[in-house]
């Protein structure tokens, strides 16, 4: 955005990216939350179940980058998975200090569930699929651009 582009009052709240990316982000989880309720997962330990599905096992260290999640926050979420029987945390027998996260045939069972939460949320929002597509490539690319 140009000097020029900017609004006459710079600091107005509508007009605010940040806001309106909160709000969006704050709906969005909010329709997801009845979807997962009853697969007993809340929208954090779902996106690991998401990228455990599509690319288990994976280390500690590669879901933290996969979800950009610090291996702090993402800990308890796999504690909570683990203590419902989705997951197990395992040594890696290649690197002993390393965790290896895998399915367990709970969690991969609980996918066919999980298929019909998209198309789901699709028909929730009312929005061309196409539209959620150029949607998330510009999301994408204000977080590429965001990273230090």
Same mark, same amino acid.
């Given at each position: ?22 709000? /969006?982000?704050? *709906? ?14 809340? $929208? ?18 590669? +879901?933290?980058? +996969? ?26 027998? *290649? ?18 569930? /999980? ?20 949607? $998330? ?6 977080? /590429?651009? /965001?990273?230090?």
């Amino acid at each position: 955005m140009t000097s020029d582009a900017l609004p006459a009052n710079p600091l107005a709240l509508e007009d605010q990216v940040c806001f309106a990316l909160s709000v /969006a982000s704050r *709906s969005v989880v909010a329709i997801y939350r009845p979807l997962l309720e009853p697969l007993g997962l809340t $929208h954090p330990q779902y996106l690991v179940m998401l990228a455990l599905w599509e690319h288990q096992p994976l280390s500690v260290r590669e +879901l933290s980058r +996969l979800l950009q999640l610090e291996p702090a926050t993402l800990s308890p979420l796999l504690k909570r998975l683990e203590e419902s029987g989705l997951v197990r945390r395992e040594r890696d027998p *290649s690197d002993e200090r390393a965790l290896a996260v895998r399915l367990t045939p709970r969690g991969r069972a609980l996918r066919q569930d /999980a298929e019909q939460i998209p198309a789901a949320v699709v028909a929730t929002l009312g929005i061309e699929v196409a539209e959620l597509q150029r949607l $998330h490539g510009m999301l994408t690319r204000v977080i /590429a651009a /965001a990273r230090p």
